[in-house]
């Protein structure tokens, strides 16, 4: 039998365009769409690179290489950090910024989602490209939506068109990913995760 709503579906409004039924049935079966989600916090990671973390505090470091921004036993985030051609070329650094973000583990059946740049990236699932263009598809149990829609995670980007990935998992795990020509930015908000550690704290601040 079909479902009363699509959770997926208008996910990046949700407070917006969902109707409050919507809200309730979706929250209280998928977990998606509730209000002020109890134990809930965001880390956001943007530039060269700056990182906001789950214990409230900030960030900045100028290393390249591959680092887990979470690592818990059910889910994995990784992050891939080099310098690119614009910091090189206009700020004369070798500063880096993420240049592609993973998800991964038991939450989501052990799938791989992997999102790059526009320029030199994609969006894959498991290693095949999926929505080359915008639209909505799904990685195990993760829904993928890929649209124009949602708040910047750094604004002073906002004068470039927007490109942006929602990856909707189980247990209320969102991950937005703002795409641009040569790197990322990103913001996670889930809940805590028994051994949780990694880039973006483990909610002990």
């Known amino acids: 039998p079909s479902l009363p709503f699509d959770c997926h579906a208008g996910l990046s409004e949700w407070r917006a365009v969902w109707s ?10 998928q977990a998606l769409g509730c209000e002020g989600q109890s134990g809930s916090r965001s880390c956001t990671i943007w530039g060269d690179p700056h990182i906001f973390t789950f214990d409230r ?12 921004i979470v690592k818990s036993p059910s889910l994995n985030i990784q992050g891939g950090f080099q310098a690119t051609d614009w910091t090189k070329q206009n700020d004369q650094t070798d500063y880096s910024s ?3 973000i ?6 989501i059946g052990n799938h791989r989602i992997e ?14 490209e999926v929505l080359p263009n915008f639209g909505t598809d799904h990685c ?3 829904a993928i939506t890929y649209d124009q829609n949602g708040r910047l995670v ?16 189980p ?14 930015n990103a913001k996670i908000t889930m809940r805590p995760i028994p051994g949780q550690v990694g880039l973006c704290g483990d909610f002990n601040g």
């Not at 993973?102 to 939450?107: D, R, Y």
């Open 102 to 107: 993973i998800a991964s583990g038991s939450i």
């Open 140 to 142: 195990g149990a993760a």
């Open 154 to 169: 750094d604004d002073a980007m906002a004068f470039l068109p927007h490109r942006t990935v929602h990856m909707a998992l």
């Open 57 to 68: 505090s900030r960030l900045v470091f100028y290393s390249e290489g591959d680092f887990w």
């Open 115 to 128: 999102v790059g740049t526009i320029d030199a990236g994609k969006i894959t699932c498991d290693g095949g």
């Open 20 to 29: 409050v039924p919507k809200k309730e049935w979706c929250c209280q079966h």
């Open 171 to 184: 247990d209320g795990v969102l991950i937005q990913v703002n795409r641009w020509p040569n790197f990322i």
């Open 98 to 100: 993420m240049t592609r």
